[in-house]
């Protein structure tokens, strides 16, 4: 059985695996499944169609799959949400917003997300990537594999970094 401290708060078509943790004042609303070994420490929100993989790590403030921040885009509208991989990290205060547009919101495997990064509706993250602190991305952003992003650096919309990229 998943552990859920009693604070929790959990609506909706959740699917948990057995040993996922979810952990004091977190809320997961909406249509959410979560593999094996993550563990959302406490005080987030999760939301919206999000597919998290295995063995991820969700610290403290984190936020995921609320609406994009497009003025054009309902925030009720929930689909196609975000799918997120197995073995990444988010560190305290990480937004990463839910897709507008046919495909989700796409996290890899194996990355880092440090504290108060951005992820924006639409963008597509690869696997092994350091997103370090205050990093924005802008809507419909494309980080190929082993890329690292240096503190307080922002991406403009539309915009592909290459494999092996360092900002």
Do not use: W
Request: with cysteine; aromatic share 6%; charged share 15%.
């Amino acid at each position: 059985m998943p552990e859920i401290h009693e604070t929790a708060i959990v609506e909706g078509e959740i699917s948990l695996a057995d040993d996922v943790v979810i952990g004091p004042n977190c809320v997961l609303k909406g249509k959410i499944s979560i593999g094996s070994g993550t563990t959302v420490i406490g005080s987030s929100y999760l939301t919206g169609t999000l597919t998290i993989g295995s063995g991820n790590v969700i610290f403290p403030f984190t936020t995921i799959g609320f609406a994009a921040q497009d003025i054009s885009f309902p925030h009720d509208q929930f689909e196609p949400g975000i799918q997120i991989g197995d073995n990444n990290t988010f560190r305290e205060g990480v937004t990463v917003h839910r897709a507008t547009q046919e495909y989700p919101t796409t996290i890899g495997d194996g990355n880092l997300f440090m504290t108060n990064s951005h992820v924006a509706h639409d963008c597509q993250i690869g696997n092994d990537c350091t997103i370090v602190s205050g990093v924005l991305l802008a809507g419909h952003v494309h980080v190929q594999d082993c890329v690292v992003l240096g503190g307080g650096s922002h991406v403009h919309q539309f915009v592909t970094i290459g494999k092996n990229v360092m900002l």
